[in-house]
């Protein structure tokens, strides 16, 4: 089937380090890969997207770079500031234009 | 341009209660989703509109839960009755329609049930 896998927990890092956030996914074909974000009391926001392998995604200083060889989309920021703190979630196309989701991972900047 | 409007914010019911929400869709907007979000996972699609026509409603318990879109535009998703295990955020999502890549949330309601 279609499904996505994160890294397990929480991530909690100090402003200005770097952060990566691990997703691999399975599916049939090459889906469009997708970094969704949700800050506290917000809905999901699109974050960034790759529609084809060797595609880089970025957004806000965030870049993920769909691997097919290890069907990954790991997102990395180089330098994390304290209004990044959300959950983050990895998620693919498939189908008639539907949605799987990771679980999500909490990211959690500290000043 | 107004995103996707979802009400009401929170509901905390009773179980065997029913309860329903509404979303509207960004204007245009052709395929509409309701995602289910259990606390500490990822949304998990319970239905999926193209105009007022159902695609996938594989993962809806149709036993308890119904939704509608009539006229193509809003949408209601309705539960009855409650159980414990829905507690949940429900979210609702459009998108521009076939070959749309990007779907637009709206903030979700979260129910609570007790």
């Known amino acids: 089937g279609n499904s996505v896998t994160q890294m397990e927990g929480p991530v909690t890092l100090s402003e200005e380090a770097f952060l990566t956030i691990n997703c691999t996914y399975t599916?049939?074909?090459?889906?469009?890969l997708f970094w969704y974000v949700q800050y506290p009391g917000e809905g999901l926001q699109l974050l960034l997207k790759?529609?084809?392998?060797?595609d880089k995604g970025s957004n806000k200083g965030f870049e993920a770079t769909y691997r097919k060889e290890t069907t990954s989309f790991h997102l990395e920021k180089g330098s994390v500031q304290v209004s990044d703190s959300a959950v983050y979630f990895c998620a693919l196309l498939y189908g008639n234009n539907r949605l799987a989701f990771g679980k999500g991972n909490q990211v959690v900047v500290i000043p | 341009e107004a995103g996707v409007a979802q009400s009401p914010r929170y509901k905390i019911i009773e179980k065997r209660q029913s309860v329903a929400f509404w979303c509207n869709p960004i204007?245009?907007?052709?395929?509409l989703y309701w995602y289910q979000q259990i606390l500490g996972q990822g949304p998990k699609l319970l239905i999926q509109?193209?105009?007022?026509?159902?695609?996938?409603d594989s993962q809806l318990p149709k036993d308890r839960f119904s939704a509608e879109r009539l006229k193509g535009v809003d949408s209601t998703l309705k539960i009855q009755p409650a159980k414990l295990e829905d507690s949940a955020v429900y979210l609702c999502?459009?998108?521009?329609?076939?070959?749309?890549?990007?779907?637009?949330f709206g903030q979700g309601t979260r129910l609570t049930v007790v």
């Open positions: 790759a529609t084809k392998a060797d």
């Open positions: 509109f193209q105009n007022n026509g159902v695609v996938d």
């Open positions: 999502a459009s998108s521009l329609g076939v070959g749309a890549v990007e779907a637009f």
């Open positions: 599916a049939t074909g090459y889906p469009s």
């Open positions: 204007s245009g907007h052709a395929t």
